[in-house]
Nanobody
Framework: QVQLVESGGGLAQAGGSLRLSCAAS????????MEWYRQAPGKQRELVAS???????YYRDSVKGRFTISRDNAKNTVYLKMNRLKPEDTAVYYC?????????????WGQGTQVTVSS
């Protein structure tokens, strides 16, 4: 059984920083992609950042230059460093891990961690 365990969420003031961590336990394989999504009240869940097994990264435009995604393959852990936080970053943040095969894919979700940014 694969579980994604998140930590690091909480309260921050505008302009502050937080660092989220997500550790995958129980996996017998490495993930092709590890990602962070977020969902704000009344909005759809959106991809924030993604990182491949080779280290290629993607960021949505609204967080470019402020957020940094990284991973430690030995620990099967993904991080999201969030700098210069804005109130609009307030959301539940979810870790997502994907394993691709030639015929199918497997994915797993974390439980979500609340990030609240006050003005």
């Amino acid at each position: 059984q694969v579980q994604l365990v998140e930590s690091g969420g909480g309260l921050a003031q505008a302009g502050g920083s937080l660092r989220l961590s997500c550790a995958a336990s129980g996996s017998i394989f490495s993930f092709d992609a590890m990602e962070w999504y977020r969902q704000a009240p009344g909005k759809q869940r959106e991809l924030v950042a993604s990182i491949s097994s080779g280290g290629s990264t993607y960021y949505r435009d609204s967080v470019k230059g402020r957020f940094t995604i990284s991973r430690d393959n030995a620990k099967n852990t993904v991080y999201l460093k969030m700098n210069r936080l804005k109130p609009e970053d307030t959301a539940v943040y979810y870790c997502h891990a994907v394993k691709q095969t030639v015929v199918t894919s497997y994915d797993y979700w974390g439980q979500g961690t609340q990030v609240t940014v006050s003005s």
